[in-house]
C-alpha cells in the first residue's frame, strides 16, 4: 500500500511538473501569435524590398517593445533564406534557412548554439510579389532549472500536498480492506474446538463481497472439521463400546471359571478357547475401523477373493449369534445354484457383525434376527431382518439419500460404518422397513 502511495505521488509530481511546462509553452506560444499579428498588422510588409535594415529593426524592436520582451524577428525570402534578422538582449545564432511550410502559420521549436527557441513562422505576400515571404518570431525558452527557480517553493508545497493526501487516502483505504480481514480473524478466534455446536458460519456485508470466496472456504473448512472430529467422536465412542463388551465377557468367565471350585481342565480350555475369540473380536474392531478410517490406503488394503456364501456364512453364524445373544434363522432357498461371490471376507464378515450389532442395540432383547439368500434383478444377496420396531423415517431418509451417508449426524457410527465398508467393497446396501413392522437390510454383490 506504502509502495503504490509512493508511485502515485510521484506519477502526480511528474504531471504536475509537465502541466508547468506546457503551460509556460502555451504562454509564449500566445506572446508569439499577438507578436506576429502585430507586426502583420503595422505594416511590415511595406518593408518587403527592405532597402533599409536599420530602419525596420528600430520598427520592429519599437513595435514589439524589445527592450522589455526577449524576441528575435526574422524574414525568409520565398526560397527559405534568410534576409532580415533581429538581435535580442540574449542574441543567439539560429539556423539560416528554413524549410518551406506552406500557406498556413506553423510553430516550431528551432535549437540554438545556447538555447532552444519556440517559433512562430508566418507566410505573408510582400508588394506586387507572387510567392509568399515567411515572418518568424522567436521567443527563448527557459530551461527547466529556470522554471523551477521561480517555483520551487510552490511546487515543493504541492508535492507536500499531494503526499498528504495520498497517505491519508492509503490509510483510509487500507482500513477499509483490512476491516472484513479483522472481521474473519476475530471470527477465527472465537471458534472454540471444545463447542463445535455453537459454530455459526460466517457471513460478511454486501460491501465486503470481495473476499466471497475465502469466506465460502472457510465455511467450508469449518463444516469439513466439524464433520471430521464429530466422526472421530463417534468413532472413539463406538470402538470404546466394542471393546468394553469383550472386556466384560472376559473377565466374567475367568472370574467364573476361577470361582469353580468343581473346574476341569476342560472348562479352562474352554474359558481360553472364548477369550481368544473375544481378542480376536477386539483386534478385528480396531483393524476394521483403521482400514476404513484411513481414506489414502482403503482401497489398496482390500482384498476380494471367491468364496461359497452359504457356506461362509454357516461357518460364522455362531458368532453373530453369540453377538446378538439370539438363534439366527437361515433361509437359503432363494438360490437354486451354489453362490460365489466376489469380496473381501473380513470387511465383508464385519459387515454383517455391524448389522447384527445395530439389531441387538436397537432392539427389545428377544427379538428374533433371520438371514436370508437369494437373488435380486439377477445379483446375489442377501437379507438380515428383524420383527422389531424398524427403522425411523428420518433415519431411513438418511440412510438411502445420494452422497456423503457417513458424515450424516442422524445415521449411527455402526450403520455409517457399514456404508464405508459396503462402499470400499463394491458392495450395494438398502435399507426398508417390512410391511408388518422390522427392519431389513439388504446387500447385494457386484
Not at 532552444?116 to 508588394?127: A, D, S, W
Not at 472439521?225 to 464429530?230: E, H, M
Not at 436397537?362 to 436370508?372: A, D, I, V, Y
Amino acid at each position: 500500500m506504502w509502495v503504490i502511495t509512493a508511485i502515485s505521488t510521484l506519477i502526480a509530481s511528474l504531471f504536475t511538473v509537465a502541466l508547468l511546462v506546457q503551460s509556460h509553452r502555451d504562454s509564449v506560444r500566445n506572446q508569439l501569435q499577438a507578436s506576429a499579428a502585430s507586426l502583420i498588422s503595422l505594416g511590415i510588409s511595406s518593408f518587403s524590398e527592405l532597402n533599409d535594415f536599420e530602419q525596420l529593426n528600430l520598427f520592429i524592436e519599437d513595435a514589439l517593445e524589445m527592450e522589455k520582451i526577449n524576441k528575435v524577428v526574422r524574414i525568409y525570402d520565398p526560397s527559405g533564406k534568410l534576409v532580415f534578422t533581429t538581435a535580442g538582449r540574449d542574441y543567439d545564432s539560429l539556423p539560416d534557412h528554413l524549410e518551406l511550410l506552406g500557406k498556413k502559420p506553423t510553430f516550431l521549436t528551432v535549437t540554438g548554439k545556447q538555447r532552444r527557441y519556440e517559433t512562430l513562422v508566418v507566410p505573408y505576400l510582400g508588394e506586387g510579389k507572387k510567392s509568399p515571404y515567411y515572418l518568424q518570431v522567436a521567443i527563448p525558452l527557459p530551461r527547466y532549472s529556470q522554471i523551477f527557480e521561480h517555483l520551487w517553493w510552490q511546487y515543493l508545497l504541492l508535492l507536500t500536498f499531494l503526499i498528504g493526501v495520498s497517505l491519508f487516502l492509503s490509510r483510509r483505504l487500507a482500513e477499509r480492506l483490512l476491516q472484513p480481514v479483522v472481521t474473519v480473524a476475530n471470527h477465527l478466534q472465537r471458534m472454540d474446538p471444545q463447542k463445535m455446536e455453537q459454530w455459526v458460519p460466517l457471513k460478511l456485508e454486501d460491501r465486503e463481497a470481495y473476499l466471497e470466496e475465502i469466506v465460502q472456504g472457510i465455511n467450508l473448512l469449518t463444516q469439513r472439521t466439524r464433520a471430521a472430529v464429530s466422526q472421530i467422536r463417534k468413532m472413539s465412542r463406538y470402538v470404546a463400546h466394542e471393546l468394553r463388551t469383550p472386556l466384560t465377557i472376559l473377565r466374567g468367565e475367568a472370574e467364573t471359571a476361577l470361582l469353580r471350585k468343581e473346574a476341569t481342565t476342560k472348562d479352562y480350555r474352554e474359558v481360553l478357547k472364548s477369550s481368544l475369540e473375544e481378542v480376536e473380536r477386539m483386534a478385528e474392531t480396531i483393524n476394521t475401523v483403521l482400514q476404513v478410517s484411513d481414506s489414502e490406503r482403503k482401497l489398496l488394503l482390500v482384498r476380494p477373493v471367491f468364496l461359497e456364501l452359504i457356506p461362509w456364512i454357516q461357518e460364522h453364524r455362531s458368532r453373530w449369534e453369540k453377538t446378538l445373544g439370539n438363534p439366527i434363522q437361515l433361509d437359503a432357498t432363494g438360490i437354486d445354484r451354489p453362490a460365489k461371490v466376489r469380496v473381501d471376507p473380513k470387511l465383508f464378515y464385519y459387515l454383517i457383525d455391524n448389522v447384527v450389532r445395530n439389531i441387538r442395540d436397537h432392539t427389545p432383547p428377544g427379538t428374533s434376527c433371520s438371514l436370508f439368500v437369494g437373488r435380486s434383478n439377477g445379483k446375489v444377496m442377501i437379507r438380515l431382518s428383524d420383527n422389531g420396531p424398524g427403522f425411523s423415517e428420518k433415519l431411513l431418509s438418511a440412510l438411502n439419500q445420494q452422497g456423503d451417508l457417513a458424515s450424516a449426524s442422524e445415521i449411527g457410527i455402526g450403520l455409517s460404518l457399514c456404508l464405508q465398508i459396503a462402499e470400499i467393497g463394491g458392495l450395494e446396501p438398502h435399507f426398508f422397513n417390512q410391511p408388518k413392522g422390522g427392519a431389513v437390510v439388504e446387500i447385494q454383490f457386484s
